[in-house]
């Protein structure tokens, strides 16, 4: 039988927590960030957690792994 193989684009943008929740990079953080103001960058610091509606789709294509 074949194993599910793991998304290697989602292997490198997301990781899964031992609670089973999702951590990523906020969006809008790699450039153009001149225009936007000290409170916008200062909140897109850091990992954030993924939205519940996406969890399983982003576990699912991980394959049950967490990197």
């Known amino acids: 039988m074949p194993k599910q193989k ?3 684009g989602a ?3 997301f990781r899964v927590t031992a609670n089973g929740k999702v951590k ?3 969006a ?3 450039h153009l960030a001149q225009g936007k103001t000290q409170k916008q ?3 897109l610091r ?4 993924l939205s519940e509606r996406f969890t ?3 576990i699912k294509v991980l ?5």
């Open 28 to 30: 809008g953080t790699s």
């Open 24 to 26: 990523h990079r906020a």
């Open 56 to 58: 399983a789709r982003v």
């Open 41 to 43: 960058k200062r909140n």
């Open 6 to 8: 793991t998304h290697k």
């Open 63 to 67: 394959a049950g792994n967490s990197y």
């Open 46 to 49: 850091g990992t954030k957690v």
């Open 11 to 13: 292997k490198k943008r």
